[in-house]
Nanobody, 123 residues
């Protein structure tokens, strides 16, 4: 079992930045690929980014490419999402997720999910 706790969400003006963190429990964090997803009311959950177990392979949705950066620190059991040049359309609840795989570009299914953190970008 892996428990995930997101933090770092909040209210920011368009053009601003936020860094989300996701702390994972357990001693096998480095066995998991990690992902960030987001959901806005009335829409399905949307893929944002993934990172492989070692942190050297990443993938991004086209909508965030060049603005968001995913990273991880396996010594701290934490994955991050640095979000720059935020836009109002980035407003959503952001979730981190874990998938036990050594695949460089995991597509899931992600077995474990956090509770989410709200990001609101004002225009």
């Amino acid at each position: 079992q892996v428990q995930l706790v997101e933090s770092g969400g909040g209210l920011v003006q368009a053009g601003g930045s936020l860094r989300l963190s996701c702390a994972a429990s357990g001693r096998t964090f480095s066995s998991y690929a990690m992902g960030w997803f987001r959901r806005t009311p009335g829409k399905e959950r949307e893929f944002v980014s993934t990172i492989n177990w070692s942190g050297d392979k990443t993938r991004y949705a086209d909508s965030v490419k060049g603005r968001f950066t995913i990273s991880r620190d396996n010594s701290k059991n934490t994955v991050y999402l640095q979000m720059n040049t935020l836009k109002p359309e980035d407003t959503a609840v952001y979730y981190c997720a874990a998938h036990r795989t050594y695949s460089n570009y995991p597509v899931g299914p992600f077995e474990f999910w956090g509770q989410g953190t709200q990001v609101t970008v004002s225009s």
